[in-house]
């Protein structure tokens, strides 16, 4: 089955440091471009940051850029976001995401994560 | 960037409606579009890609259409599973940004 995991959300002070896993199986992770997507209380779906299979490209969203450090480890299955500099409107549910397909260019989003919970402190 | 608007942001209707949902880009997105299904506390899951193209395992009462900056999510005859929220996503290029999504309530 595919499953993807996430793990490491907490409560952590503004100005804090916090950083993200998300475990996969069930598929040749090192074939598939990795999404984050977050969602804040009560709010919509913000995609964060992607990095392709082999980590050569990566890219963010303008609210995290130079904050957020997107990552991989294709021998252990795993993603990773190193998130720096936390602000109160970093307070979301992180989700992992799977590219649909291995084809180089955009992707949907087929497989997700159950999330993990981020709060920000002031 | 590339923005996205979905509409209208709520709906109401009953279970056997026909409805439709719209979500418009601010420039062309060729047929770079999906379409995701999110209820309360659970993780998005993929309708549609490719702004037309059917996720395997969906049912068939959902269809997409469209292509440039206007596109449209068609559920032929509402399901008691289907009240929830909708969201658009664009993705031929970064950032893959969402609508603002659409709640489907019962009416």
């Known amino acids: 089955e595919v499953q993807l995991l996430e793990s490491g959300g907490n409560l952590v002070q503004s100005g804090g440091s916090l950083r993200l896993s998300c475990a996969a199986s069930g598929f040749t992770f090192n074939s598939y471009a990795m999404s984050w997507v977050r969602q804040a209380p009560g709010k919509g779906l913000e995609w964060v940051s992607a990095i392709s299979a082999i980590g050569g490209t990566i890219d963010y969203a303008d609210s995290v850029k130079g904050r957020f450090t997107i990552s991989r480890d294709n021998s252990k299955n795993m993603l990773y976001l190193q998130m720096n500099s936390l602000r109160a409107e970093d307070t979301a549910v992180y989700f992992c995401?799977?590219?649909?397909?291995?084809?180089?260019?955009?992707?949907?989003?087929?497989?997700w994560g159950h999330g993990t919970t981020v709060t920000i402190s002031s | 960037d590339i923005q996205m608007t979905q509409s209208p942001s709520t709906l109401s209707a009953s279970v056997g409606d026909r409805v439709t949902i719209t979500c418009r880009a601010s420039?062309?997105?060729?047929?770079?579009l999906a379409w995701y299904q999110q209820k309360p506390g659970k993780a998005p899951k993929l309708l549609i890609y490719k702004a037309s193209s059917l996720e395997s395992g969906v049912p068939s009462r959902f269809s997409g259409s469209g292509s440039g900056t206007e596109f449209t999510l068609t559920i032929s005859s509402l399901q008691p599973d289907d009240f929830a929220t909708y969201y658009c996503q664009k993705y031929n290029r970064y950032p893959y940004t969402f609508g603002q999504g659409t709640k489907l309530e019962i009416k």
């Open positions: 420039q062309s997105i060729s047929i770079w």
């Open positions: 995401a799977k590219a649909r397909t291995v084809t180089i260019g955009g992707y949907s989003m087929d497989v």
